[in-house]
């Protein structure tokens, strides 16, 4: 690759040189990316440096280094005390922040942008950090249309980009409920894992079984989808009485074995209080109305 070629790709700053930000920054140097970083923890900056990136010395330095600036933090608090006090340097500046947070703070951090002269595109990267750039990997955008065409080439280096809209809000929805799915469902690996464990049973021997569970899950998921969106639950199949006596039994087998019952226990608290609301025959989904309602 000629410099010339270098030079007539788009510049990019990181800030946040986390393992997903490192690999990132691998990822944009790679494809002839100029690159600028920055990070509280210099040393941590180190590797890409060696590599090709430019290190800033500041946050106001690495805003004004050109092109989009991509947050890779722990969450929006970080950026208010990192680019808090860059002051003229947001102007003009296209900010694309990765980092995990509630939506109701990714308004109000587009909103804190705004006032400063500055655009927002949110981002939810669906990838660990091995995985940045590599098939299967793929990242949520929300924001101003406008903004996520004039980077989606840089942007598609992470990961496939998904435009969900203009309402900043809805890449974090989506990323939060991907990851309410995930957590939950390595959660209730876990507890099956240790239930059946108490017979003597090793991880690697129920692994079939638990591998079997979730290849099914897939055959309900668009049965599932047609009911929540229609709102009719018709209880031909799996009845929430069924369900919910399954579940009874499940906090029952928890117990008897000595084991936590926290997330059993949580199961069978939604099939209870569907099942009071007077719809047990209904399907299992009926569950989704419970969960719209948040318990005072």
Do not use: C
């Amino acid at each position: 690759m000629t410099d010339k070629t270098v030079s007539a790709k788009e510049p990019v700053t990181m800030i946040g040189l986390g393992p997903m930000g490192q690999a990132m920054v691998r990822r944009f140097l790679a494809a002839g990316h100029p690159t600028t970083v920055w990070n509280r923890t210099p040393s941590r900056a180190d590797g890409v440096i060696s590599e090709g990136a430019v290190r800033a010395t500041t946050p106001a330095e690495a805003v004004a280094a050109g092109g989009p600036v991509l947050l890779s933090l722990t969450d929006y608090a970080a950026m208010y005390d990192i680019l808090g006090d860059v002051g003229d340097a947001l102007a003009g500046r296209d900010i694309v922040n990765l980092s995990s947070e509630s939506p109701e703070k990714t308004r109000d951090a587009a909103d804190w942008l705004a006032e400063r002269g500055a655009r927002l595109l949110v981002g939810g990267v669906m990838a660990n950090a091995p995985m940045v750039g590599a098939d299967g990997a793929y990242a949520l955008f929300s924001g101003p249309r406008e903004l996520f065409d004039a980077h989606e080439p840089l942007l598609a280096l992470i990961g496939r980009p998904d435009y969900l809209g203009k309402d900043v809000q809805l890449a974090q929805l989506y990323y939060q409920a991907q990851l309410d799915y995930f957590l939950t469902a390595l959660a209730a690996l876990l507890h099956s894992i240790v239930l059946v464990g108490t017979a003597g049973v090793s991880a690697k021997d129920f692994l079939p079984y638990a591998a079997d569970t979730v290849g099914s899950i897939a055959f309900y998921l668009e049965e599932t989808a047609r009911e929540v969106d229609e709102r009719h639950y018709p209880g031909d199949d799996a009845n929430t009485a069924m369900m919910g006596a399954t579940a009874d039994h499940i906090v029952a087998a928890s117990r008897a074995a000595g084991i936590d019952t926290a997330l059993p226990e949580a199961v069978k608290a939604l099939y209870d209080r569907a099942i009071a609301a007077g719809r047990g025959k209904e399907s299992w989904t009926v569950l989704s109305e419970v969960m719209r309602r948040r318990l005072p």
